[in-house]
């Protein structure tokens, strides 16, 4: 049900990125009133979607800050993505499947409880 409710709200974060040059573009779209969408947007057009049920949009701040310098570290490792060695791979599921980047990003979704 989640998976449903952060992609329909795609649509609204596609929007809010041209209104804004801010990379954290707060709550995007509500759910049944307890169920909050928040974006972020990379320099680089890389979009995070986290859907929460709490307002606490410093912390979700400092999340995606975290998650969005994790991503930028892992990218810029010349281990990174090798195209000879990717197994059917695209760039964001291998980051995905990266256990560095996984423990990273679990680590500090603690702050968010």
Same mark, same amino acid.
């Given at each position: 049900m989640r998976?449903?409710?952060i992609a329909s709200s795609l649509d609204r974060l596609n929007e809010r990125k041209w209104?804004?040059?801010?990379?954290y573009?707060?709550?995007?779209?509500? *759910?049944? &009133?307890?169920? *909050?969408?928040?974006?972020?947007?990379?320099q680089g057009n890389i979009h995070f979607v986290l859907l929460t049920t709490k %307002?606490?949009?410093?912390?979700?701040?400092?999340?995606?800050e975290t998650v969005h310098? &994790?991503?930028?570290?892992? %990218?810029?490792?010349?281990?990174?993505y090798d195209d000879s060695d990717d197994h059917g791979l695209g760039e964001?599921?291998?980051? &995905? &499947?990266?256990a560095s980047f996984d423990a990273?990003? %679990? %680590?500090c979704s603690r702050v968010l409880g």
């Open positions: 998976q449903f409710v209104e804004t040059h801010a990379t573009l707060k709550i995007i779209d509500t *759910f049944d &009133a307890d169920c *909050f969408i928040h974006a972020y947007v990379t %307002r606490e949009e410093q912390n979700v701040k400092q999340f995606f310098e &994790a991503t930028t570290k892992v %990218r810029m490792s010349p281990f990174f964001m599921d291998w980051l &995905a &499947a990266n990273k990003v %679990r %680590r």
